[in-house]
């Protein structure tokens, strides 16, 4: 079938990305893409509930679809919608049931895993140096689409960031936000190195992140009284957004946050432990020139020890994270500060 029959066929296109918070962000130049090249087009998107206030207001979707019920009847409901082609941004057994049912033209990324299997055995790269929303991009080929370089998308409104304005006190009208969560516990910087970290910085710093991070936010926030607050476990996923679009610069560890903020064009210190940028997932702002300082330990034979992470270091030692030098990460503070 040749591209333009391809594209003149495109009136109703469904983008399937279940999951988590950092590649629903990360699959946001997709929806963009197929609405700048097909504008009378409807771009649907299919989610899990806990996922639908990422893509709110974002003007190139027509519809966001949940998974809130069985699989077998919402890919019926779905598939009364008449759909022309799926665009499968997550690649797995579930995808590939919607595609089977649905029974059109579907498009898959490369999703490599095999690649990041051989890196982490070797502990080395096996990887060509493409970031996971390039592979997205891919994905659009089959329309002539190129990617527009214009990195990740975001969209909240005026409301909520007034909201969540208002929750900061005169001390931190001007701020460091520092996402201390990830999903896994070996992306997690340890408490101990924060505070370390702000032994040595007066700067005003707002912590962020889920319930599961109350006791260390409120820990560290017993320390330093005056210095830091935060709104862990506090905000929903926008509230937490919309602190990030309020603050001067972001510390973050690979996690969700960190790609909403790369969505803001914000200057991001991305602290790495099991993981690395390698697999294709760091701060990706396209064409746009923001300062980003990507920190990790390059020294161990041991790392990267999993392509998503575990609740405990497999060596115990947990030297991806512990051995980083918070000098580096002070250094780079001052830096994006003054800038």
Known sequence: MNQVKVQSMQKKILVIRFSSIGDIVLCTPVPRLLKKTFPSAEIHF????GYQDLLLENPYIHQVHVLDKHPLLKAYELKQLGFDCIIDLHVNTRTLFFKSILNIPAYSFPKINLEKWIAVQLKQPALAPIHIVDRYIQTLEVFGIQNDHQGLDFFINQNEIAFSKNLLPPSHQT???WAIGAQHVTKQFPADKIIAVLLQTKLPI????????????????????QQVIHFCGKLSIRQSAAIVKLSKFIISNDTGLMHIAAAFK???ISIWGNTIPAFGMSAYYGHHQISHVAIENNELNCRPCSKIG??????????CMRGLNEQIILTTIGEFWKA
């Open 175 to 177: 701020f460091v936000a």
């Open 266 to 268: 914000k200057p991001i």
């Open 46 to 49: 299919l989610t899990k509930p």
């Open 206 to 225: 707002v912590l962020l992140g889920g319930k599961e991070d109350l006791a260390v936010a409120e820990n560290i926030c017993n320390q330093f009284p």
């Open 310 to 319: 575990f609740h405990t270091c497999p060596k115990v030692h947990f030297n």
